[in-house]
């Protein structure tokens, strides 16, 4: 008799549980305005999950991603900025180039005087 009560009573858990899942898969109105703001709130939990992993196998994702977030968070320097070609950083190259020449020039036209 006490095999028959545990076989039912494993027998209600899985069907509470299919309950549960399909309750779950049920599908519910979302409206265009909600879902673009759910979509641009956070990334999903799959894109999460491999820019972990890209940080673990490439030291310098971790630095990338950082930046991406100073850059959202209104911190971002152009003078930190380094790197080559037409990359963020050079336009920061650039400025100071011309600060360097116009300080440059001033120091050669003091010296005339």
Known sequence: MSDWIG?????????CAL???????KPYE???????KRAAEAPSLLSAGFV?????????????????EDFKEG??????AKGNGDEAGA??????QEAVRSEQWAEKVEGKR
Not at 7 to 15: K, T, Y
């Open 7 to 15: 076989l039912a009573v494993i027998g209600f858990i899985a069907l």
């Open 19 to 25: 309950f549960a899942l399909w309750q779950l898969s």
């Open 30 to 36: 979302v409206s265009v305005e909600e879902f673009e």
């Open 52 to 68: 972990g992993l890209q940080k673990i196998l490439d030291p310098a994702t971790a630095k990338a991603v950082e930046a991406q």
């Open 75 to 80: 911190r971002y320097d152009k003078k930190q």
């Open 91 to 96: 336009d920061g190259r650039l400025q100071e």
